[in-house]
């Protein structure tokens, strides 16, 4: 399962799409480390609360590119389809936050990790979830 995958990933037919949803998400994951180091250790907010401002931020950002050069074979381009298609991601993408939320806190409070390696983690193993959800929902057959 898991080589059949990899191999999806580079030879596969949904292979360039699956890469440039990982490229968008690697750049969106970068974000919101940021964002989230500076909420909780510049600005000292409680990390659970920071890590929810970031992954809003990140939202957007990810539907920002993801609309422009992963699925640009369904890009929403008109203003009602395109706040529509904002508002599709947000309810995929925010119905990950508990997900990851939840890995973030139980990370932080069960293991030895600090919020910024917890989430990593959660941000990778919400990411399944999200790229299934946008390809399927937000941007249907793209």
Not at 125 to 137: K, P, Q
Request: with cysteine.
């Amino acid at each position: 399962m898991f080589r059949s995958s990899l191999r999806a990933l580079v030879s596969g037919p949904l292979a360039p799409q699956l890469r440039r949803f990982v490229a968008v998400g690697i750049v969106a994951a970068t974000v919101q480390m940021l964002l989230l180091w500076l909420f909780v250790d510049v600005a000292t907010l409680n990390y659970l609360l920071g890590a929810l401002v970031a992954i809003e931020v990140t939202i957007v950002l990810s539907y920002v590119l993801n609309n422009a050069w992963t699925f640009r074979c369904a890009q929403k381009t008109g203003v009602v389809e395109y706040l529509y298609g904002l508002l599709k991601t947000n309810v995929v993408r925010g119905s990950a936050i508990p997900i990851q939320l939840a890995l973030l806190y139980g990370l932080v409070e069960w293991s030895a990790l600090t919020h910024l390696p917890a989430n990593a983690v959660a941000i990778l193993v919400s990411g399944v979830y999200r790229y299934v959800l946008d390809a399927r929902w937000t941007w249907r057959g793209a």
